[in-house]
């Protein structure tokens, strides 16, 4: 599991904690989200929203693969949450890497999400990340 810096809030602390659990794991700690948490999510084609906090565990299980590494490059504390920027990678049925970037900002309540937005690059094949290496040449991780 990922190390989470703290955010200056213990609750946001614990919140970003458990939400890391579940984008590793596909199970979701209780109470990670409120019952009517909002959820909306962006992906370089298309955009999905819920109000439920079933509908946003779903968005997350129905279109994602299952457990996979989060590699988080900074979490900052907004006024009523914070803001996590982070990669995940995971490896497909037939042994295929996986590889993404994204950015989620949160309200919570406590130590429970009420709010989130993600952005997303998409899901990158081997082929996709080998492409970018080749093409690019980042200056930071």
């Known amino acids: 599991m ?3 810096t703290s955010t200056t ?3 946001a602390t614990t919140a970003v904690a458990r939400l890391i659990r579940f984008l590793e794991t596909g199970t979701a700690p209780a109470g990670l989200f409120a019952p009517d948490c909002f959820a909306d999510v962006t992906l370089p ?6 109000d439920t906090e079933a ?6 299980t129905e279109g994602h ?5 989060v590699h988080v490059h900074r ?5 009523r949450g914070f803001v996590i920027e982070f990669e995940e990678r995971w490896q ?3 042994g295929q890497r996986w590889y993404s970037r994204e950015m989620l900002r949160a309200d919570v309540v406590g130590s429970t999400i009420v709010e989130f937005s ?24």
């Open 2 to 4: 990922t190390t989470v």
């Open 9 to 11: 809030d213990p609750d």
């Open 45 to 50: 084609l298309w955009r999905l929203q819920s």
């Open 55 to 60: 509908g946003a565990i779903a968005i997350r």
């Open 65 to 69: 693969p299952g457990p996979g590494e």
């Open 75 to 79: 979490v900052d504390p907004t006024e």
């Open 92 to 94: 497909d049925g037939g």
């Open 118 to 141: 993600v952005y997303c690059t998409g899901d990158w094949n081997e082929a996709q990340q080998r492409r970018h290496a080749a093409e690019v040449r980042l200056l930071r991780p």
